[in-house]
């Protein structure tokens, strides 16, 4: 690669490739300055941004490029290959985009030397003004109240924000509490401390709002002081469904909800024998980082496989043989009926089976509940399972208060509107972004695409859509060889796809959803998945 640099404006300039090296709708990876960039044609136009995707650090050459977006292959955010700004979750920041010039058939990027290492860029985002009397109160610090604040700052909300969380921390990725449970908080952390001082974001950590008064736009903080809002944001996610068998509360029954569970999880598994109750994404989670740290892990379940209701019984036979193949031991078609302890520890877990099982720690991962009981009295709209009810525009039925995330009950695009509650990060961060929008009188509606993931021993399974009432799946590849696709069938259209070791396809999957695109049984049952490439 011919390679110059401009001592005027301090710029890397590499010819990367002819101009005929690449047709409408391919990218690659070209090296400028030793550094790598995505280079991309779209339209006859070529275009050049950062080469990682700013969530983990995917490449993105593996994803999936549709119109002017590249979606990263394994999470699931998006980016405008123009800008390089990101367009879906999760992630927080932007791509570095790159000056791309055309001459002679020859394609070549320039690169700022100063920027030349930067792998992703902070929008640009204002600052509080004192004087503004207006003050948006974030009631959680997860990740829909970090983007809902970041969204306020970038589109020029230059009022107070106040963001309350009961956590320890600021904003962390929860994702990795029960992924790698002996993390330092240092490393979990979304934003630095200082970034929230820079611009104008207060966090009150170990503080918790006891009730809303919707009439006098004031909450009441446990300590019993008061705060005025001018608009409120309910994003207080969910918390662990603890077990109400005898025993729950002996001394090693364990929840998996804080930084600090997962500490304490890690520490006292080691070496002990522990039992996960509960054989969904947690539980499963919990118990493949356990195997082999834990003297024995056991895994207690309700139905026949782990995730059947979920991703089906022939991926959860898989998944139970992969954990089992580590000296996982499962009990399924089972339930707890009693802990039984010694001196107010943990010993024994009996099972409705009449199985007795030898425990020194008991983890819990049957389910969730809505962090809303500090609503009682306010006459915000919950549901059945008393998830707050909320428009597209993430609007309650309180003008100035809206909900986002895991507490949220939402209409779902890709299910014609159908009301759903969905535990994803991605979504949660969408839906910050789209309140945050709509406070600013800036209507947006909430369309993403469910996108989320698993791991189990170091192997990613990814999942885009909804699956829910699915009646048939449609594999491509072999589940038993551990590489495959799984198309979810309800009313003959394809409603969710998950995959093991088939990327790009559940990217792919989830952009022509996000374009509206119906797809049928028929298409998923074709040998021929180039329409997967559209």
Known sequence: MHQVQD???????????????????QMKEVTVGGEKVLLVRTQGQYSAVGSQCSHYNAPLVKGALVGDRVRCPFHGACFNVRTGDIEEFPGLDCLPSYKVKVEDGKVYVSINKNSLKLKKRVKEMCNMVPDIKHTILLIGGGPASLVCAETLRQ?????????????????????????????????????????????????????EVVSVNPADKVVKLGDGTLQHYDQLLISTGCRARPLDCPGWDLKGVK??????????????CLGQKAVVIGASFIGMEVASYLS??????????????PYERSLGPEIGKMCMKMLEEENV?????????????????????????????????????????????????????????????????????????????????????????????VGHWQISQAQGRVAALNMLKTPTKCDSVPFFWTVLLGKSIRYTGYGEGFTEIIFKGKVEERKFL??????????????????????????????????????AQADDLSWLQM
């Not at 404006?9 to 490739?17: A, D, I, L, R, S």
């Not at 929840?255 to 006292?268: F, G, P, W």
């Not at 998830?387 to 986002?404: E, G, H, Q």
């Open 7 to 25: 001592e005027n404006q301090e710029q890397v300039t590499g010819m990367v490739c002819q101009e005929a090296d690449l047709k409408d709708g």
């Open 155 to 207: 589109n020029c909300y230059q009022g107070r924000i106040i963001m309350v969380t009961r956590d320890n921390l600021p904003p962390f990725d929860k994702t990795k509490l029960s992924k790698a449970m002996d993390l330092d908080s240092s490393s979990i952390l979304l934003r630095p401390s200082d970034f929230y001082q820079q611009y104008g974001i207060e966090v009150w950590t170990q503080k």
């Open 255 to 268: 929840l998996l909800q804080r930084y600090e569970d997962a500490k304490e999880i890690h520490n006292s």
């Open 292 to 305: 082999g740290k834990a003297a024995s892990v056991a895994v207690v379940g309700t139905s026949k496989y």
């Open 329 to 421: 031991k499962f009990y399924m078609n089972d339930g707890v009926t009693e802990i039984q302890g010694e001196n107010g520890k943990v010993k024994l877990v009996v099972l409705k089976s009449g199985k007795v099982l030898e425990a020194d720690v008991v983890i819990a991962g049957i389910g969730v509940i809505p962090n809303s009981d500090f609503l009682a009295g306010s006459k915000l709209e919950v549901d059945s399972r008393k998830a707050v009810i909320v428009d597209k525009f993430m609007r309650t039925n309180i003008p100035d208060i809206f909900s986002a995330g895991d507490v949220a009950s939402f209409p779902l695009t890709i299910r014609g509107d159908q009301r759903v509650n």
């Open 486 to 523: 799984a198309f979810y069938i309800k009313d003959e259209v394809v409603v969710a796809a998950a995959s093991l070791m088939f990327d790009p396809a559940v990217a792919h999957l989830a952009e022509l959803m996000a374009a509206g695109q119906v797809l049928t049984k028929a298409q």
